[in-house]
């Protein structure tokens, strides 16, 4: 059983801890065996000794190396957006929970992919019951999921003879949502063509200034206008604007055609995501679809993170499985234009099945001529 027990414990040491010697390190060892194999075929006491203090500044290394990587306790901070290629902030918070003891020259770095990656993070000295935190950028060139999977902690303390690391479980699961990028010229002077590129005002309940004219029977006197009244010596009132909430529909076509590769899919996905930016910050009501799933009309930023997010994990589908229910729902494109409704269709290929599908849409955004 105590065998057992022991067994157990250097199992779970070697796998969350692993020691590798530093170029110094090696020739400290190499000098040591040789000094130890001249006391052993010389006897001279002299070299007895220097062999026993050499032997016990490898055993402190072991024992205080061990000791700057215990008790220590790590927090990552990531943002709640990530875009990809926009660089990120993240942060990361080092706690050292031993009572009495410090930790010295210890190095953090993420272990993405099962690789350990060196973000630049070094603490020089954590003392007992202190915390620190260190932020480094982030780059991530694709959208989807992605993860974080560790840190890996080293320390060179105290000779610098070895490089001990421990392993800790920090897993970071991430969304990273499409590239956004400014609307193709074209684009956006087609949208600013047909009056679409801004929301239309109107008289109504608001915070804007619409009109100014003279009091009537019944107006609420909170309105008046006092300074142009003293002004004009009689009552004037303001009314105030709001703005006519406009839809819009986006659709994404997912089904690859027979004789199309999937590589500008991505960049049909970017565009998607940049017009849902636009039509959002335009105070639009924005309807999504990405093949058959649907996101319906809403506005605010929650709304927009739902659609990139939906954006962010969509894929191709494979050719020669046909999604019905994707042409149902373009099929109603031209019901919804004849309404008043924008609707924009942004083709990742040429398919003439979509294309005949979605008939009398507002507009199809060929994705290829849009770089």
């Given at each position: 059983m105590r065998f057992e027990r022991i067994r157990e414990f250097f199992r779970w040491f070697y796998r969350y801890r692993s020691l590798r010697l530093t170029p110094?390190?090696?020739r400290f060892l190499l000098l040591t065996l040789a000094v130890g194999m001249a006391a052993l075929n010389?006897?001279?006491?002299?070299?007895?000794?220097?062999?026993?203090?050499?032997?016990?500044?490898?055993?402190?290394?072991?024992?205080?190396?061990?000791?700057?990587?215990?008790?220590?306790?790590i927090r990552r901070v990531i943002p709640d957006n990530m875009f990809a290629n926009r660089p990120a902030t993240v942060t990361l918070a080092v706690a050292n929970r031993q009572p009495r003891l410090p930790s010295f020259s210890l190095r953090v770095l993420d272990i993405v992919e099962g690789k350990a990656v060196d973000?630049?993070?070094?603490?020089?000295?954590?003392?007992?019951g202190a915390s620190v935190s260190q932020s480094y950028p982030v780059l991530f060139t694709r959208r989807g999921r992605h993860r974080i999977d560790g840190v890996k902690i080293?320390?060179?303390?105290?000779?610098?003879?070895?490089?001990?690391?421990?392993?800790?479980?920090?897993?970071?699961?991430?969304?990273?949502?499409?590239?956004?990028?400014?609307?193709?010229?074209?684009l956006a002077h087609d949208l600013a063509v047909l009056g679409y590129d801004q929301a239309l005002s109107k008289r109504g309940p608001g915070v804007g200034l619409y009109n100014l004219r003279e009091y009537q029977h019944g107006d609420d006197s909170r309105t008046i206008h006092?300074?142009?009244?003293?002004?004009?010596?009689?009552?004037?009132?303001?009314?105030?604007?709001?703005?006519?909430?406009?839809?819009?529909?986006?659709?994404?076509?997912?089904?690859?055609?027979?004789?199309?590769?999937?590589?500008?899919?991505?960049?049909?996905?970017?565009?998607?995501?940049?017009?849902?930016?636009?039509?959002?910050?335009?105070?639009?009501?924005?309807?999504?679809?990405?093949?058959?799933?649907?996101?319906?009309?809403?506005?605010?930023?929650?709304?927009?993170?739902?659609?990139?997010h939906v954006?962010?994990?969509?894929?191709p589908v494979p050719a020669g499985q046909p999604d019905a229910a994707a042409l149902d729902g373009l099929r109603t494109m031209?019901?919804?234009?004849?309404?008043?409704?924008?609707?924009?269709?942004?083709?990742?290929?040429?398919?003439?099945?979509?294309?005949?599908?979605?008939?009398?849409?507002?507009?199809?955004?060929?994705?290829?001529?849009?770089?």
């Open positions: 110094e390190g090696t010389t006897g001279n006491n002299l070299l007895y000794l220097l062999l026993a203090m050499m032997l016990s500044l490898i055993v402190m290394s072991g024992i205080l190396s061990e000791q700057c990587l215990r008790r220590l306790v973000r630049g993070i070094h603490i020089l000295h954590l003392p007992a080293q320390t060179r303390f105290p000779f610098g003879l070895f490089i001990k690391s421990a392993n800790l479980f920090l897993i970071s699961d991430l969304v990273v949502y499409p590239e956004l990028r400014p609307l193709p010229e074209s006092w300074k142009t009244t003293a002004r004009q010596s009689r009552l004037i009132v303001r009314e105030t604007e709001t703005e006519d909430l406009r839809q819009v529909t986006l659709a994404l076509p997912t089904a690859v055609p027979e004789d199309h590769a999937p590589e500008g899919f991505e960049r049909a996905v970017s565009l998607t995501a940049s017009l849902a930016a636009h039509f959002h910050q335009q105070g639009f009501a924005v309807r999504l679809l990405v093949g058959a799933q649907e996101v319906p009309h809403g506005v605010g930023e929650p709304h927009l993170y739902r659609m990139l954006l962010a994990l969509c894929e031209g019901d919804r234009t004849a309404r008043g409704e924008l609707t924009i269709v942004v083709m990742p290929w040429q398919d003439p099945a979509v294309e005949a599908a979605c008939r009398g849409a507002s507009r199809l955004v060929p994705a290829w001529e849009t770089r």
